[in-house]
């Protein structure tokens, strides 16, 4: 039995989704164990293009049970939504391949405002928010000022659970920020609409994974976002609210007792960032936008232009690190196939200094990137399989960060679909 997590190392929007579409072959079970509906997977398999906000990618596989763990911000609403959407596209979901813990805490309808109230009060000092009401769900799960997911199936304790939150949640947003407050009937809508929707899916998860880890299934942990936006070891308060380290999946799936074997960390072949923030390997300007439009970057979610880099050495370090990766999937190398040479964040200068260390996250702003400059390979790699078949260049672009990062990279993505990948 093996259990392994796909985790970002970067800022996110590595290419976990399609690496989990694609090893969720070997695996029984498929667990998401933090955030929410904040950020994007994106699919492409033999039923289509999808982008998955909350669904496990291992849905679209025959026999791969998909769960949503305890650590998920479950929103009803969103996550109805996303399910009807990907059943249009002819994949179904019952409640043998989707489930969902009831002890997931569940993101209300307010949240959502609290989240656009709170970036419209902070103007130009935003954060960046998705707006998805991933904050103050965060905030109130921790607080103990929401409801778990199972309570749905007790209306009558679920009522006055929620009439005693509502009255406090209302005196936030009426008197703190001037904006109408909600009412039992609109909550009700809520309950007989999207939650009564997704009740069948809901159960007791952790006693089914305690099974199956007892029966010798392969479980797979699939993180959202990355290590630099884990709220603990990211880059704060510029990070998203839960935890994206492969150590957080256990406690996050319903599974506490488990151990990760294999980590696979996510690395692109050249940085990303969405929204605010330190960046410090940032491009701008034409050599920006080329990148932005070679790789196709933006934002699954919002659709808000991704800001682009080289690849950078100092922040996939600390990473892996972090993430304790044991493998790595290098993604996107055929974006960078057009560029005559290749920059590397080899390096960060701060106060006169050259550091490798990633450095406390305040001191970001002030760091300056020191750039190595590969060279091209200049062809198009998107139909190579083999190691052997990739060009020398390429060869040398991916050994070097492999020398550099102090893991191995056992895959390589060249393009989007489930087989354009090198497995070395
Ligand atoms: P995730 O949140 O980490 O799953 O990443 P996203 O789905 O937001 O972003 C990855 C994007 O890159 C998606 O549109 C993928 O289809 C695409 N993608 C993933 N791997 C590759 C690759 O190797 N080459 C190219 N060209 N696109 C890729």
Known sequence: MANSAIVGINWGDEGKGRMVDLLTEDYDVVVRFQGGGNAGHTVINELGRFALHLLPSGIFRQGVVNILGNGVAVDPENLWTEMEDVMAKGVELTPENLKISDRASLLLPWHRDMDELEELRLADKKYGSTKQGIAPFYSDKYGKKTILAGELFYPEELKEHLTDLMEWKNLMLTKVYGAPGYTMDMLEKWITGACEKIKPYIT????????????????LFEAQLGSLRDLDYGIYPYTTSSNTMAAYAPIGSGL???KVNDVIGVVKAYSTCVGEGPFVCEMLGEEAEKLRESGFEYGAKTGRPRRVGPIDIVATRYGVEVQAATAIALTKLDVLSYMDRIPVCTGYLLNGEQIDRFPFPTALKNAKP?????????????????WEELPKAAQEYVAFIEGQIGCPIKYVSVGPERDSIIIR
């Open 204 to 219: 007791d998860t952790g006693a089914f994974l305690k099974e199956a880890q007892a029966s010798g299934k392969n479980i």
């Open 256 to 258: 506490p007792s488990a």
């Open 370 to 386: 020191v750039i190595t400059y590969f060279d091209g390979w200049k062809c198009d790699i998107s139909g190579v399989r083999t």
